[in-house]
């Protein structure tokens, strides 16, 4: 209905273990009768939205990776990112009521699995409905989506066995199937996928996002991701590693094992004298590299099984984590001898919101 068209704002929600994921669609086609028409609780949430890039104490705009000139459902406009602690649901709820966005948005399309944890909480503080749709049909929506509008959404890590050649490099990604597809949130999920809307969830681990964060807060005393991520950056692992040139004093050669490879992770750690001269910067790396490695042992032994030669790793653990995603582009290459690619996304974090957004039918 139209009223509602031009009223509603278009908000798609992902709200995940971790991280809330909150994308906006702002209408930039309204005639100047739509707007004059515009009551005046949408025209403040809108500003309130679009001038700020930070929300409460918790709340940030993703501003690089606002996209504009986007349809959706014949209107054109622009597509923002928003995302906060999925602990500070109370406080958004709040947020939201004092704004006033209880007046006028009626239905919020939601997935991740707080849709369910959360419904009856946006029912009672904000009388909201949410229109909720699988996680994974999102994604796949959500990447297809994105990818259609962002000449520069996928790219890879070039040479990277070579770290002074290693450089961020576009992909067309223009003709997909089939891929892999591997979302590193708290938790970790593989997809293959072999056409738009054939797919399946073939492995997954416990061991992702969730567990480096937890894991790093323990061994570092650091408190944000954003610290994890700076400690691990200046750190070094084979400190806490034990590799094979540790156990073989160099190669081993029989197998094609190279001695700088890890043969045991964490395992200089039991040597008391090896604790006393670990730093914080060093366990923060190892904590890194040992969760990302085994992600990428398992997603290599996925593409293997369901002969894909493509992985798209995508999860806000990859968010600000160069290291991470070339430890993967590595691993990828190095392990399959150069046939399996690893490729990145820039909306990492977001195509779940995104596609659940798209999938809203009046
Ligand atoms: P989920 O849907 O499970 O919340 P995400 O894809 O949002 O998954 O990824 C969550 C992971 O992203 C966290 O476990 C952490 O490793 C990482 N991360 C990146 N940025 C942040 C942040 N600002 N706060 C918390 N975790 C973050």
Redesign the pocket.
Known sequence: NDIMDITMPWFGM?I????S?LVYFEPKDSTKAELDSEVDSVRNIRKYLTKNSAYGKTGHRDTHLQLNDIFIRGRRGTLHFI?F??SEMKNFLALAKSKGMANFVTTVCAT?GGAYKFENDFQREVNMKLAKYDEFDSLLKGLQFVDSYNRKECYYWSNPTDESLCKKEEYDFSNPYPFLLV?????VSMLAVNSPSSFKRVSGTSL???T??GLCCLLTGCN???EAIELAASGDSTRVDKLVRDIYGGDYARFGLPGDLVASSFGHMNSRDKRSKVKREDLARATLVTITNNIGSIARMCAIQEKIDRVVFI???L?VNPIAMKLLAYAMDYWSKGTMKALFLEHE?YLGAVGCLLQYHQ
């Open positions: 992902d995940g273990g971790s991280l994921k995302r602690p999925t991740g979302n590193i949130g708290s938790g992702g996002g969730g480096f964060l944000t991701f954003e999860g806000n653990f968010r974090g």
